[in-house]
């Protein structure tokens, strides 16, 4: 790179983003004026006061083009609210398109309007509201300058109507819903406008917003004339009962602690009250998320947690303040550590048993907004003790035991901005205390974790570059079996005999680390670069409130790519990417190295697909043998490809399949998925999303053996696997008004392996398969049945499957056949702004077999023969506003 290159650069950083050069003014709603009434019709007189928005710019298909309907914008405000009037020209209204869906529906095929608001003035954060031609509403907040939490909601109205010169759309939208510093002068807001023109697939914005430039809300246009904003008082109370009926099939008669019929009542609430014009507190006590859906079934054969989405309301909504990502799917806080299943359990061998599914969550709150310049985010969350009781035998009595201390969850967060936006730099903690007893057995389990660090994030050339990253310190204390468990998980694993530059003490009554990453990127323009390199030490542990699945980690990647936004040829759109990425342990073992090559288009009549291949020369998998040697791990080669039809039909299908082999072995994979939307009226629409997987594994664990041979070592057992699993997601919609809807939502998922001959891992870092695993063969193995419990026997020394078999070890039978069914129906009513009634009925069945066929038709009438869990629940909420 050049001088003069670099020193453009440099003086490009100091320098900010200009401004939009878009502006319209807000009217105020004067003495003598009528504030608008919200009904759709525009007649009201103030708005002729109003300035007019305009002359709006296509996005997509064409960027910076016109587009091919005329929109028009007002804003006026009086003390309470601001108002926004928008006029959607249409040439054709008999061909507006306006699909009913429930509110905050995502997909539905409609054209919309939606206005947004950044009232801090950030050019960063955004609030904003749309509406269909039918009234469906939705709503969302927008930070770091084009991320969406679509999950946030405000108390608003809007009201719309469709005409002879297209359709109208009117909001108010209290000046309680909005974030902003109360001024008697005059205050600048960032505005935009965007509409949606569904059966064209187009989409304008009032303020230009290129497809191919980074930044959203720093492209906002300005909104003056704004003065005299009070503070509002903001509190709102949203209290909340809830009463349910569970049956559950498979309670016993005899069962002292449940009976199959289980009513019960019980009554919560949220509250968010504004401390200043710019700080919220969000509380909830006693919360309950039974309208939440269930988590989609899997089968996890390997070392590491799965990672689930969060669902619940309190959690989701207004969270992106907290949201620290660290690389590799990992996070610094993952709110379903709070209300987790308990930890701790009675053990086998009891006759009956009743364990808290989750930990009561006693109350939470968080402290959300800006002050002086600093974006803050506070959560704190207090979890109850929880006991599993238990009873042994008919002759002994009821016990219990703790299996969850009661628990302080915290994050703090704050950020600050520079050069308009585009420099931004913040910190954060975060931390765990737990309360634990003398003599409650849970001694393995941390007293308390720290993690904390600080982030940056720098846009130059005009916000086509970022450089980004951050810096973490992680710190666990607790009893000797804590920390000895955290080393010995599979995020670490510091008892592997071949670790040398790790060391396993079983006296640490801590464990601390570190972690970084630092990346570059070209996020904006036809062409795409970017690198980043990520470290953690093999003593980072976050997993108390975060989420990791590796420690001790060195990973580095590279992409390049270019991503045409204009339409050419048949395309509207097409990007082709190639990326590069390899990672070591920092004791130098490489534990992989990858390239694909990907790409993606959609045509002019708006079909759409994707392909890529994907090439894994493998390494060294530290995990693999659960604590033993690093294992090589086998080369593999992937493909995948997809498509999809135009959504806006009423039948639009997809599918896409990846292949994938293994290379030296017998190995491979094959996944399809398919979707099939039906859409037979505005009303009604039906989803059906099958999913096929055969996945033969070379080489799957199953188990290992201490003391199983002569010389006194361990064997680490594997298998060939022939793994299928099927599943259907089915969601049907029926929406009677946009406050008034019906979901069902089903997902029969049935997955079946089956384990060949057992192998011995005989020479774990040998090039050659054949070379790493020792094949039993038949007559080192005998297969027996003892008290209805298969197992395999290995290098029996006499007769039978008795004591007097001898066998260096066994295994009992690894094969599974898993049956999983989860449905719910939701009836959603609004019945007035803010307040909702749900009547929710879920289905829960699942059974289990030691049988590896996968025989669809069986397994499937064994699921719906399997004893089920219903339950009926009733959920009323009122929102007060004072």
Known sequence: MSAAVLVAAAAAMLQASPDSARVVGAHRVAAGEQAPVVDGRLDDAVWSAAPVAGDFVQQRPSSGQPPSQRTEARVVYD???????????????????????????????????????????????????????????????????GNEDATWDAVWTAATRIDSLGWTAEFRIPFSQLRFRASAGEQTWGFNVLRDLARKEERSYWSPMPQNQSGFVSRFGTLTGLRGLRSPRRLELLPYAVTRVTRDERVADDDPFRSPTDPSLSLGGDLKYGLTSNLTLTATFNPDFGQVEADPGQVNLTAFETFFQERRPFFVEGVDVFNFGIGGGDALFYSRRIGRRPQGDVGPGKAFVDAPQATTILGAAKLTGRTGGWTVGVLDAVTAEERTRFVIDDVAGVEEAVTEPMTNYGVARVRRDFRRGQTSVGAIATSVHRRLGNDDGLEWLPNSAYAGGVDWRHRFLDGAWQFNGFLLQSSVQGDTLAIQRLQRSPARLFHRPDADHVDFDPLRTSLSGSAGLVALNKIAGTWRTGSGLVYRSPGFEVNDLGFLQGADRLAWDIYVGYNRVEPQGPFRNYSVFSNHVTAWSTGGERAYYAANLNGNFMLKNLWSGFWGVNRNIGGLSVAQLRGGPALRTTPTTEAWAGFFSDRRKPLSFGGDMVVGREHGTDGGFVMMNGSVNVRPSSRFDLTLSPQLRFIESSAQYVATRADANAAGTPEWVFAPLDHTTASLTARLNYIFTPRLSLQFYAQPFISAGEYDALMEVENPRARRFGERFRLLPEEETRRCTVDGRTFIGVRPRGEGCGEGAGFSYRIFNPDFNVRQLNSNAVLRWEYRPGSTLFVVWSQGRSDFASDGRFRLGPNTADLFRAPGTNVLLIKASYWLDF
């Open 79 to 145: 003390d309470d609210a601001v108002y926004v009037a928008v006029r959607a020209f249409d040439t054709a209204p008999d061909s507006i398109t306006a699909q009913l869906g429930r509110r905050d529906a995502t997909g539905i095929v409609s054209d919309w309007v939606q206005v947004i608001f950044d009232s801090y003035h950030d050019r960063r954060t955004g609030f904003r509201f749309g509406v269909t031609p039918r009234g469906v509403v939705k709503d969302a907040f927008h930070y770091d300058d």
